[in-house]
Nanobody, 128 residues
Framework: QVQLVESGGGLVQAGGSLRLSCAAS?????????????MAWFRQAPGKEREFVAA????????YYADSVKGRFTISRDNAKNTVYLQMNSLKPEDTAIYYC????????????????WGQGTQVTVSS
């Protein structure tokens, strides 16, 4: 089983930056280990559905972003450290949410329904 632990959330003023980390351990049911599967970040604000933020393929050669964060957020990974990162710049109050990392999608990596492995989430609050 894959275990994911997020860190790096907090309270920041609008226009500020935060860097989230997600450390992975264990092997997926697919047999793949961290360096072999895609990773993603999702977020969920109160009263809203969980939404896609960013994803990265196994080799870090391909990245995907939601339109709402494109140009402000950067996803990256360090396969030697089994860790994926989300650098968030120019934060806005509407970025306030719990941020979750997810691993090894079974299909569309932008769809939360295709992920079986989730972290516990880290709160990001952006004040205006």
């Amino acid at each position: 089983q894959v275990q994911l632990v997020e860190s790096g959330g907090g309270l920041v003023q609008a226009g500020g930056s935060l860097r989230l980390s997600c450390a992975a351990s264990g092997r997926a049911a697919s047999g793949r280990t961290f360096s072999s599967y895609a990773m993603a970040w999702f977020r969920q604000a109160p009263g809203k559905e969980r939404e896609f933020v960013a994803a990265i393929n196994w080799s870090a050669g391909i990245t995907y972003y939601a339109d709402s964060v494109k140009g402000r957020f950067t996803i990256s990974r360090d396969n030697a450290k089994n860790t994926v990162y989300l650098q968030m710049n120019s934060l806005k109050p509407e970025d306030t949410a719990i941020y979750y990392c997810a691993a090894d999608p079974r299909g569309d990596l932008k769809n939360p329904l295709f992920y079986d492995y989730w972290g516990q989430g880290t709160q990001v609050t952006v004040s205006s």
